[in-house]
């Protein structure tokens, strides 16, 4: 049976027992889990975690979401991860529709992470050719 309140990254656990656990302040394991736990947050509009997440040397002095209602997201595709010790690269594909009439679209990216002080980080990302 599914849980009530599935997690958006798409483990098939309970939001609060996937996700929910780093949104709310406890460290990722991974690069992996961080990333999951960031597409999660863009789902559920969570621009604090995203911040948090979020490397010092290249945060963004603000963050627009824009309307996340107008977004629906589709589901997450991770493509592979590669740790190096405490860097890390993870590539993904999240799949979203604008809602209102939108084609479905894909954000397929190439994400480098970085760990300090155990807490992984976000660094940037670069989008793949095709």
């Keep these: ?5 599935p997690c958006p990254c798409g483990s098939a656990r309970a939001h609060a027992d996937c996700c929910g656990r780093l949104h709310a302040g406890a460290p990722a394991d991974t690069a992996e889990a961080l990333m999951r736990a960031r597409y999660s947050a863009y789902v559920r509009g969570d621009a604090g975690y995203l911040r ?5 040397s290249t945060r963004p002095d603000a963050l627009e979401l824009g309307d996340a ?8 595709e991770v493509k592979r991860h590669v740790p190096d010790g405490d860097r890390a690269t993870v590539e993904f594909v999240a799949r979203y529709r604008v809602v209102g009439g939108g084609s479905a679209a894909r954000l ?3 994400s480098r992470f970085v760990r300090e002080d155990g ?3 976000y660094l940037d990302g670069a989008f793949p050719r095709r």
């Excluded at 049976?1 to 309140?5: E, N, T, V």
């Excluded at 948090?52 to 010092?56: D, L, T």
């Design 1 to 5: 049976m599914p849980p009530a309140d």
């Design 52 to 56: 948090a997440s979020w490397h010092p």
């Design 69 to 76: 209602a107008a977004t629906r997201w589709l589901g997450l």
């Design 108 to 110: 397929h990216e190439i």
């Design 119 to 121: 807490r992984w980080y």
